[in-house]
């Protein structure tokens, strides 16, 4: 597994996961909590946008059968 760096917000913005959010009422531009898994090859495996915290690991790890 390779864990990444995104300075530049470059990749962030390709997995639609930089944009606009509300955050106790208020609107403002971030990471959007989100999981994108891909695969060796590069190809996204799965992609789920605005998770939610509580749930989302055993979620995952269900879905991915780990």
Do not use: C
């Not at 917000?9 to 531009?29: C, D, H, P, R, S």
């Not at 946008?49 to 979620?59: C, D, F, I, Q, R």
């Amino acid at each position: 597994m390779t864990l990444g760096s995104d300075p530049d917000i470059e990749m962030a913005k390709a997995f639609q996961v930089w944009g606009e959010k509300t955050l106790y009422g208020k609107k403002n531009i971030g990471v959007i909590r989100s999981t994108v898994v891909v695969d060796p090859d590069g190809k996204v495996q799965l992609a789920k946008y605005n998770v939610k915290a509580t749930g989302h690991v055993a979620s995952l790890r269900k879905t991915l059968g780990v």
